[in-house]
């Protein structure tokens, strides 16, 4: 469904921006980019898997290794912005654009399940 097919479509548009980025001569906003998704990318995986684990938890409680994850996600986002915002390594601003690949891969899904519903017969029905 369309749990499966987010990470499909943030890899797709992290890809296809790391390509442009590069046809157009960027190769550090590209670098820049990619870590940047890749952050984005993980963070959403770990909340995934933490929302997973809190609705199957039953009286067990959420396991400590999905709650660290969870506590790190924006620590680690952010301690890479202040990185390479004070080592100048790779541009801040394409870091920062790669946060945006899960949005964007949220977008595309979303057009895809509406293109199928309207496809549907029972469309307002």
Same mark, same amino acid.
Not at 20 to 27: N, P
Not at 41 to 65: D, M, S, T
């Given at each position: =469904?369309? *749990?499966?097919?987010?990470? !499909?479509?943030?890899?797709?548009?992290?890809?296809?921006?790391?390509? &442009?980025?590069?046809?157009?001569?960027?190769?550090?906003?590209?670098?820049?980019?990619?870590? =940047?998704?890749?952050?984005?990318?993980?963070? @959403? !995986?770990?909340?995934?898997?933490?929302?997973?684990?809190?609705?199957?938890?039953? *009286?067990?409680? $959420?396991? !400590?290794?999905? /709650? /660290?994850?969870?506590?790190? !996600? @924006?620590?680690?986002?952010?301690?890479? /912005?202040? $990185?390479? @915002? *004070?080592?100048?390594?790779?541009?801040?601003?394409? /870091?920062?654009? =790669?946060?945006? $690949?899960?949005?964007?891969?949220?977008?595309?899904? +979303? &057009?895809?399940?509406? +293109?199928?519903?309207?496809?549907?017969? @029972?469309?307002?029905?």
């Amino acid at each position: =469904g369309a *749990e499966a097919r987010l990470p !499909r479509w943030m890899g797709a548009i992290a890809g296809l921006g790391i390509l &442009v980025l590069l046809l157009l001569g960027r190769g550090l906003m590209a670098g820049a980019f990619a870590l =940047g998704a890749g952050i984005s990318i993980l963070g @959403y !995986r770990w909340l995934a898997q933490a929302v997973k684990a809190a609705l199957n938890a039953g *009286e067990q409680g $959420v396991p !400590r290794g999905v /709650v /660290v994850n969870l506590a790190l !996600r @924006y620590p680690v986002a952010l301690g890479a /912005v202040l $990185v390479f @915002y *004070e080592t100048h390594w790779l541009p801040c601003v394409g /870091v920062m654009a =790669g946060w945006v $690949v899960p949005f964007a891969g949220d977008m595309v899904e +979303s &057009v895809n399940l509406l +293109s199928r519903l309207i496809r549907t017969k @029972y469309y307002g029905a």
